[in-house]
């Protein structure tokens, strides 16, 4: 699936995401990559998260972006700072267990999170990632993050030929890192190029909490403003392709949009803590083109 691109002189290399996020889409490639566009100019992804179909693709012109300062820490230390990063994941390796989790994670509870470098949070980020309950990415009301050490035997906090091979991708080519709204990260969009959105989905339950993995959310409001970016990268011929829940209310943001078309698709339910809530769920996929 997807292109791989030669990045050394005899070294053809793919790429995978560094780390698990909410809502990722590595199991759903298959069902995504048909539905693509079969040429396209600038790729465009404003809720880059853990970046499944980014890296399946390689592009060689993107511009990436997600509302979540943590995470772009991440994606810019990785390109500019591997080095020191992988000197503080091997650091938080060999001293890693529930109690140093718990330590790690509670930083954010004091004045030193003041103090820490991009790289050292991205560190502490990428490290709890690989440690905690199901990979997962949530904070409290007070943006403080929350999840619990994991029960894993064997973690693989490093792998540093992954980072590495990330790390002179984003560097060889033409690559955008940014930090805000997704409305602005798509405002030099143009005719020919491919933007695709993966936003926190619509719930599915009056009960979900799974909506939100930024601290301010993603409400109604916000879903309303993405249909309407929808339709204004469509009136400038900008491809695009979306993905949500399989929900009344995503029916009704873009049912009879012109030149719309909604595919529903089978998704594995990856994020409830018990067994029963787990299982295959209908997400939809909403473009704006036909090819």
């Known amino acids: 699936m997807g292109v791989s691109i030669k990045m050394r002189d005899e070294e053809i290399v793919r790429l995978k995401p560094f780390t698990k996020w909410t809502g990722g889409k590595r199991q759903l490639l298959p069902e995504i990559l048909p539905l693509l566009p079969k040429e396209y100019n600038h790729y465009f992804e404003p809720f880059i998260g853990g970046g499944a179909l980014f890296f399946e693709l390689m592009p060689k012109h993107a511009t990436i972006n997600d509302f979540n300062k943590d995470l772009i820490h991440a994606y810019k230390q990785i390109r500019d700072n591997l080095s020191e990063l992988i000197n503080l994941l091997e650091i938080h390796k060999e001293k890693n267990s ?38 997962l990415y949530r904070v409290n009301s007070k943006n403080q993050f929350n999840v619990p050490y994991g029960r894993y035997k064997n973690p693989k ?81 900008v491809k695009v392709m979306l993905s949500n829940s399989d929900v009344g209310l995503v029916h009704e943001l873009y049912n009879g949009l012109e030149n719309t078309n909604i595919t529903i698709v089978k998704a594995n339910r990856m994020i409830n803590s018990k067994a029963s809530g787990r299982g295959k769920i209908n997400e939809v996929i909403i473009r704006n083109y036909k090819e």
């Open 157 to 237: 906090i490093i792998d540093e030929k992954l980072l590495s091979n990330i790390s002179q991708y984003l560097n060889k080519e033409d690559i955008s890192i940014l930090n805000g709204d997704f409305e602005d990260s798509v405002k030099k969009a143009k005719s020919g190029d491919l933007v695709y959105f993966d936003p926190p989905y619509a719930p599915i339950s009056a009960t979900s909490t799974f909506t939100s993995y930024t601290h301010e959310g993603f409400g109604l409001d916000e879903q309303k403003r993405l249909r309407d970016v929808f339709v204004e990268l469509t009136k400038r011929d």
């Open 98 to 135: 529930k109690e140093y989790y718990l330590d790690i994670r509670g930083i954010d509870r004091t004045e030193k999170f003041i103090e820490l470098s991009d790289v050292e949070k991205a560190a502490r980020l990428l490290y709890m990632l690989r440690v905690n309950f199901n990979g």
